[in-house]
């Protein structure tokens, strides 16, 4: 029953900026840490970026540092994902997780996971 649902993807020119957005239901949505995957064709599903329950920690992947901006919203169940400076490597499916661990996340301790938003970037 529960249930992550991403939106924001879509298709931009490199430089570019997108806002994704991930609504849990379903979810006691302050006991998860929350995190962003991304999956590109033929390749394995990686680390984007995580914050914790109550939205003071943060982490990123060194590709997106500096660039993308994960944020949460408690009160409407809501993880936020603000890219900036797209390039066409960040090219991918991005995946909304959630993880009752309250250090990690990472592919082997997510609980749920979300069905995906394309995210396509032209040069």
């Known amino acids: 029953q529960v249930q992550l649902v991403e939106s924001g993807g879509g298709l931009v020119e490199a430089g570019a900026s997108l806002r994704l957005s991930c609504v849990a239901s379903?979810?006691?949505?302050?006991?998860?840490?929350m995190g962003w995957f991304r999956q590109a064709p033929g390749q394995e599903r990686e680390f984007v970026s995580s914050?914790?329950?109550?939205?003071?920690?943060?982490a990123y992947a060194d590709s997106v540092k500096g660039r993308f901006t994960i944020s949460r919203d408690n009160a409407k169940n809501t993880v936020y994902l603000q890219m900036n400076s797209l390039k066409p490597a960040d090219t991918a499916v991005y995946y909304c997780?959630?993880?009752?661990?309250?250090?990690?996340?990472?592919?082997?301790?997510?609980?749920?996971w979300g069905r995906g938003t394309q995210v396509t970037v032209s040069s």
């Open positions: 379903r979810l006691t949505f302050n006991g998860y840490r």
């Open positions: 997780a959630a993880t009752t661990s309250i250090t990690v996340i990472r592919t082997s301790n997510v609980n749920y």
């Open positions: 914050i914790g329950r109550s939205g003071t920690i943060t």
